[in-house]
C-alpha cells in the first residue's frame, strides 16, 4: 500500500502522507515517494501537503529497520563526510520537490508536526495548524541539526532568534504560539486544518493561473533580493502577465459582473 496518496480535483492537488503506525513518519522509500509524487503536481494548480490520522509527519523514522540509519551510523562511527553529505543532499532533494512547485503550496497540519515533517512544512508556501497540533524541530536533542531545509527556511521566516529557540531547546510549540511567531498564518479548531486549506486553495483557483505563478515567483525570491532587484523582476512579472491575455478576460468579467474564464492552468 502507498505511504503517500496523491489526489488531484479540479486544479486542486492533496498529498497526504499515510503511515498512520509511525505518526507518519518516513523512512527512505517514503521520503523518495514524497519527491517523486510532489513532481507528479506540476500541472496542479494549488497544492495540499497533509497526514493522516489526526498527524501531519512525525519526521524521519528512527527505527531500525529504516535504511537510511543503516546507512547513516557507520558514516558517522567512521567520520567519513563524503556520504553524509550526499545524504543530506539527497534528503534536501526530496523536500526541495514540494519548494520547486510552481504554484501555491499549503501545509495542513494536525498532531505532530516534528523534525523532517516540520522541514516539509517549511517548504510549503502556507501552514494551516490545528489548535492541538503542535511543531518542533527536536533534533539537537538526538545529536543533530535541522539540516533538511529547516535551520535556513525556520530562520528566514521567523527571524534568528525564535528559531535558535525553537531548533536549541527542541521543545514543542502549540500552533497558538507558532501563529504568534509567524510560523504558521492560519489557526482552526482541532480537526479542521485541511478544510481550511482547501478554503485557501479554492480561493487561489479563482484568481488567474499564470498571474498567480508570475506573482508568487516574485514573492518567493523577493527576500533574497536587493530592493531594486526585486522591484525588476516584479515589473517584468507584470509584464508577462498582462500579455498573457488573462488582464483582458480579468477586466471584461469584473465589468459584466461575471466571474472569469480563466484558459490557461
Do not use: Y
Not at 4 to 20: M, N, Q, S, V
Not at 35 to 49: F, G, K
Not at 78 to 94: A, F, G, S, T, V
Amino acid at each position: 500500500m502507498p505511504v503517500l496518496l496523491a489526489t488531484t480535483a479540479e486544479g486542486l492537488a492533496t498529498l497526504t502522507i499515510d503511515r498512520p503506525q509511525r505518526r507518519n513518519a518516513l523512512d527512505e522509500p517514503h521520503w523518495a515517494e514524497l519527491r517523486d509524487h510532489a513532481r507528479s503536481l506540476e500541472t496542479a494548480r494549488a497544492v495540499i501537503v497533509t497526514g493522516s490520522a489526526g498527524h501531519f509527519c512525525a519526521g524521519m523514522d528512527l527505527s531500525p529497520q529504516n535504511p537510511l540509519l543503516q546507512k547513516l551510523l557507520p558514516s558517522v562511527l567512521r567520520q567519513d563526510e563524503r556520504p553524509l553529505h550526499e545524504l543530506l543532499l539527497w534528503l534536501k532533494d526530496c523536500v526541495q520537490a514540494i519548494a520547486d512547485l510552481p504554484v501555491l503550496t499549503i501545509a495542513a497540519i494536525e498532531g505532530a508536526c516534528a523534525g523532517g515533517g516540520l522541514e516539509i512544512a517549511l517548504a510549503c508556501d502556507l501552514r494551516v495548524a490545528a489548535a492541538d497540533a503542535h511543531l518542533s524541530l527536536p533534533e539537537a536533542r538526538l545529536g543533530m541539526i535541522p539540516d533538511v531545509g529547516g535551520t535556513a527556511r525556520l530562520t528566514r521566516l521567523v527571524g534568528p532568534a525564535f528559531a535558535a529557540d525553537l531548533i536549541c531547546t527542541g521543545r514543542q510549540v502549540p500552533a497558538e504560539e507558532a501563529q504568534r511567531m509567524g510560523l504558521v498564518q492560519h489557526l482552526t479548531p482541532p480537526g479542521g486544518a485541511l478544510a481550511r486549506a482547501q478554503e485557501l486553495a479554492k480561493l487561489a483557483l479563482k484568481s488567474a493561473p499564470t498571474a498567480s505563478r508570475l506573482a508568487l515567483n516574485v514573492a518567493r525570491l523577493a527576500p533574497d533580493l536587493g530592493l531594486e532587484e526585486a522591484l525588476s523582476l516584479e515589473t517584468r512579472a507584470g509584464v508577462l502577465a498582462l500579455i498573457s491575455g488573462e488582464a483582458v478576460e480579468g477586466i471584461e468579467a469584473f465589468n459584466q459582473k461575471r466571474p472569469p474564464r480563466w484558459s490557461g492552468r
